[in-house]
């Protein structure tokens, strides 16, 4: 048995060495302090295991149960959990404070595009030169962009003075796990609608085909000759 099971995994039946035990029944039940060898039998004749649950209490609390099925659906659960678990990413956007509208538009759209995935977004305006002595041109864009996205995130951290740089940090309103159902959802519809859209074409063609035909074949009957 390696050191990390020793030392994470508890007791189990005849590994609990301790002459009592405070039992605890199947279904939660208190029934009391035992001693080590009746709660063993007590296992034994419920067909279950006898689990150290409490180790340092005193004494020990111990608990009849199903070990495997216990194991078994702890780690269903955990790597379920670990499965929806959706950890917040923290984006960068760097501007400079006289920048264009077209490029102010390109800057924003990614910040929206983050926010709209659940991440947070640390803005950061860069002075040069003789831009350092006008800080306030860095805080009025970043007050202008925190207003042009204020329907998805909001200031988590307001804009201060680093160095050469200004830095504000702007928070999604809706958690990354919410963000990313959201995501998966707009994607099943437009998948859905694609669906229908190219029934629609079949059909469509169908029809289309089905008129070609019948427009063939009465013309094919008008240039049959006649008998007599």
């Keep these: 048995m390696s050191a990390e099971t020793r030392f994470t995994e508890p007791r189990i039946n005849d590994r609990i060495r301790v002459p009592e035990v405070r039992l605890v029944g199947p279904n939660g039940e208190q029934v009391g302090i035992v001693p080590i060898a009746k709660a063993l039998d007590l296992a034994r004749e419920s067909d279950l295991d006898l689990v150290e649950v409490a180790p340092t209490a005193r004494p020990p609390v111990a608990k009849l149960m199903d070990y495997g099925k216990f194991k078994y659906e702890s780690a269903m659960k955990a790597r379920e959990a670990r499965r929806n678990q959706a950890h917040t990413i923290i984006k960068e956007i760097k501007l400079r404070p006289k920048i264009d509208p077209h490029d102010y538009e390109t800057k924003k759209g990614h910040v929206v595009r983050f926010l709209k ?4 977004v640390k803005v950061t305006i860069m002075f040069r030169g003789r831009e350092q002595s006008r800080p306030e041109l860095g805080y009025r864009l970043l007050q202008r962009l925190a207003q042009d996205v204020s329907e998805l995130g909001f200031v988590e951290s307001n804009a201060k003075q680093d160095g050469r740089n200004m830095i504000m940090v702007i928070g999604p309103h809706k958690k990354k796990a919410e963000a990313k159902a ?3 959802e707009a994607r099943a519809q437009r998948n859905a609608a694609r669906g229908e859209q190219s029934a629609e074409a079949e059909t469509a063609e169908a029809e289309t085909a ?13 240039e049959e000759p006649r008998s007599e």
């Design 117 to 120: 995935g659940g991440d947070k």
């Design 182 to 184: 959201e995501q998966a």
């Design 210 to 222: 089905e008129v070609e035909t019948a427009e063939v074949e009465a013309a094919e009957a008008a």
